[in-house]
């Protein structure tokens, strides 16, 4: 199979990963093993095309059909686009393991719809890592959004239908008015479609153009998540665990930043953003949506809903890199797009196991939680720190590159921007820890049972005083027995000890992803 094939292959498999799991839906043991099957297969195709990510081999190509004059359905490998796919396709073979143990243990009624519409989600999400041109990355970031929608709906709730509503209003509206007309006016504009390193609108753009095209791409890619378009990512909590971590760590989220981050370096071009201020308005508004955003979360004591709107903030931290301009900068919002998805899917694995292990929802509930499932409490301690900035992790490194590249770039005021996200952080990131392992847990079943029953003795106390000198102890009820808790199953507590773990390891092992993508900017290897 050459590299040019192997592009095909690896958003087909998937493809056909659907086919069988629907197939085989009556057997769930064999639907189940079909399915990681496929997703160990499309890892190892996707990653036998890291060699050819390097611009010292002719870059893989496959042309399928012609669409329009000048417009064809076409894949293509480019840096941005291997990491996204490595991204995408290595962390669904967790993700896959980590939702049959959590299906299972819930008891969640249509699994076979939900692999189904799963391994459509990585095919599409794989097609929008190798389009080649805009219009093949817009037909397959639509194809996303369809996929996924059965996803949010999996329950069937009024709610989850509500929430569907919002996820589709969203993101097919802003889309269709925003990303396809922008994608129209460029090929208006530059005679075509097709990606190229330096961009394709230097020169062929009115200047006064480039402000409003900018806002059709960065509004428009809607799965960016910038305000005020971000309501359709709390909204889309009320899913199953694992499609939050589909949409916030794997593949839709991380689909709207890398298309913004796509259209700036291969649309746009770097030196034309630099030099045309006009266009400088995106990085206030990635910065608004970066501090707003953790400020909320803050709040937030349903833990889905607060891991949430971080992923908005942090989302905002790619979408400010790019938006800046400076190398350093677009090479940390490259290294961010795989440094958060190991952290955040990580914190979503933690708390689908805390739901189905102990049944709890809300930061407010995790008193002693530590004790209990110190293997998952510690996981998201990891994963915390590495989204918060701190070394020996990932996190650190793709921070480090994005406040490096707005002193250079003379926008230092970004710089405390990223320092203050970072505090906000540590504000709703450490609260669930420190509440774990630090507070004394509430009597399993009965939360706060034995503080009401003390505060029924000192009341009754003070009414008898008068007649009792010295009351004496009245007997205490029996403590409710309660679950006793062990650490969540094997199948989800083994992805997210190694996402946890690779959090760690990618700060060991950020220079490979830092070369690979260090010629998007012009570097030298």
């Known amino acids: 199979m ?7 292959v690896a958003i087909l498999i998937p493809f056909l990963g659907f086919w069988a799991v629907m197939l085989s839906g009556s057997k769930p043991n064999l639907r189940d093993s079909l ?8 890892c190892v195709v996707v990653f036998q095309l ?22 064809d359905l076409a894949f293509s490998l480019e840096p941005l686009g291997m990491l996204y796919a490595a991204v995408a396709s290595g962390l669904w073979v967790l993700t896959s393991l980590y939702s049959i143990g959590y299906m299972r243990e819930h008891h969640e009624q249509n699994q076979t719809r939900f692999f189904g519409c799963f391994a459509l989600s990585i095919s599409a999400a794989l097609g929008i890592a190798f389009a080649a041109n805009l219009f093949t990355l817009f037909l397959f970031y639509e194809l996303l959004t369809f996929c996924t929608y059965p996803l949010i709906t999996h329950h069937g709730t009024d709610q989850a239908v509500r929430a569907g509503r919002v996820y589709l209003g969203v993101l ?7 990303l396809l007309f922008a994608v129209l006016w460029t090929w208006h504009i530059a005679g075509t479609t097709e990606f190229a390193l330096g961009g394709i609108l ?31 990512l709390p909204n889309a909590m009320v899913a199953p665990t694992p499609v939050s971590a589909l949409l916030h760590a794997v593949a839709v989220v991380k689909a709207g930043v890398f298309t913004v981050l796509k259209v700036v370096v291969y649309v746009f071009g770097l030196d034309l953003l630099t030099n045309t201020p006009s266009t400088g308005w995106l990085c206030y508004v990635a910065a608004f949506t970066l501090l707003v955003s953790g400020a909320i979360a803050v709040t937030k004591d349903n833990l889905k809903t607060r891991l949430a ?12 890199g790019a938006a800046l301009a400076a190398p350093s900068s677009v090479l940390g919002g490259g290294l961010h797009v795989a440094m958060h998805a190991f952290g955040k899917i990580t914190l979503f694995f933690c708390a689908g196991a805390i739901y189905v292990t102990a049944h709890k929802t809300s930061v407010s509930e995790l008193d002693g939680l530590g004790r209990k499932m110190p293997i998952t409490m510690g996981a998201f301690f990891l994963a915390s720190l590495s989204l918060i900035g701190m070394p020996p992790f990932g996190g650190m490194w793709s921070k480090w590159h994005l406040a490096l590249g707005a002193a250079q770039s003379g926008h230092q005021p970004f710089v405390f921007v990223f320092m203050a996200s970072s505090v906000l ?28 029953y003390d505060a029924f003795l000192e009341d009754e106390t003070e009414l008898e005083g008068d007649v009792l000198s010295s009351p004496p102890p009245a007997p205490r ?40 993508l260090l010629p998007i900017v012009g570097g030298a290897r």
């Open 2 to 8: 050459t590299a040019d094939h192997a592009l095909g």
């Open 35 to 42: 399915m990681v099957a496929c997703a160990v297969l499309t």
């Open 50 to 71: 890291f060699p050819f990510a390097s611009p010292a081999v002719v870059a893989p190509s496959l042309r399928l059909f012609p669409v329009l004059p000048g417009i």
């Open 172 to 178: 097919v509206s802003t889309s269709v008015v925003g």
């Open 202 to 232: 230097a020169g062929k753009a009115d200047p006064a153009v480039l402000p409003i095209l900018l806002a059709l791409f960065a509004f428009g890619t809607g799965k960016a998540a910038l305000m005020p378009f971000h309501r359709w």
């Open 309 to 320: 709107y971080s992923t908005i903030s942090h989302l905002s931290y790619i979408v400010l």
């Open 425 to 452: 952080s540590i504000a709703y990131l450490m609260p669930p820890v420190i509440r774990a392992f630090f507070r004394e847990p509430h009597d399993d079943g009965h939360p706060h049972h034995q503080q009401h």
């Open 477 to 516: 009820p029996p403590e409710p027995a309660g679950p006793r808790w062990t650490d969540a199953p094997l199948l989800c507590l083994l992805p997210l000890c190694l996402t946890a773990l690779g959090s760690l390891a990618l700060f060991f092992f950020a220079e490979p992803l830092y070369l690979m």
